[in-house]
């Protein structure tokens, strides 16, 4: 069932002496419950898809439709946790902007960390956990909320390669224990595969769709090592290079 859509949408900068056009008709759905990756080279519009959906700016043209009434969240790049807040304070921001600080819900939160390995660390500091940790609380923040749809932008590439893995597994994880729905920003193509249930290729500026896949790969498997993925991994590859 459908729960988002874009139409049609462009998006042009403009500047004193010109205008950039970084999006140029875009179109595609998103079912609920689904992992949907973007991905294409770096600068061709995929964060700023992404601000689109979130109403953080607006199109030149087009429109997004939420399908029924949902809530969203934004995790960025970086996990900017406040380093002078602890981590349960850190993880209950949301709930004090949305005025929604209530024992309930600092008691669902508190359930979060603790079910995802935080329990222990809830006193403790920003600059006392692991990027990968710091990840998790940032994630648990955005989940705070309860939000319906998950917009999440890069959120491993602060991380060096070996905990990114990790990192992008236990998250992905995270999402799917928590039934979400979750539109996921990358231009890397193994990290698109691993953590999808669908990957739209972009093209380069102004971001395109240039093809589609439903990822079906063999279950039991980790995801990098089940037969399909290379399969995946060359097709998109090429569709990228066609897009630039």
């Not at 994880?173 to 890397?188: L, N, R, Y």
Request: hydrophobic fraction near 40%; charge should be neutral.
């Amino acid at each position: 069932m459908k729960i988002l859509e874009l139409k049609n949408i462009s998006k042009n900068y403009h500047k004193i002496d010109n205008e950039t056009q970084a999006i140029a008709d875009v179109s595609f759905s998103v079912e609920e419950g689904e992992l949907l990756s973007l991905v294409g080279p770096s600068g061709c519009g995929k964060s700023t898809l992404l601000s689109i959906i979130s109403r953080l700016i607006k199109p030149s043209s087009g429109e997004v439709q939420l399908l029924r009434p949902v809530k969203l969240a934004y995790m960025p790049q970086r996990d900017h946790l406040f380093e002078w807040r602890n981590i349960l304070s850190n993880a209950c921001i949301g709930l004090e902007i949305q005025k929604s600080k209530t024992p309930e819900n600092v008691e669902f939160v508190t359930g979060l960390l603790v079910q995802y390995g935080l329990g222990d660390f809830l006193r403790h500091y920003p600059s006392q956990l692991s990027g990968g940790m710091r990840q998790r609380a940032a994630l648990i923040r955005t989940l705070a909320v309860k939000p319906d749809i998950l917009l999440l932008d890069e959120p491993f590439s602060a991380l060096d390669y070996q905990t990114r893995l990790y990192v992008a597994e236990e998250i992905t994880a995270i999402i799917k224990q928590q039934k979400k729905t979750a539109v996921f920003v990358t231009h890397d193509i193994s990290e698109a595969i691993a953590v999808s249930d669908r990957v739209i290729v972009l093209s380069r500026r102004p971001a395109r769709v240039s093809a589609e896949h439903t990822i079906k790969l063999t279950p039991g498997v980790k995801p990098r090592e089940a037969p399909e993925f290379r399969e995946y991994f060359n097709e998109i590859w090429k569709e990228l290079d066609i897009g630039g």
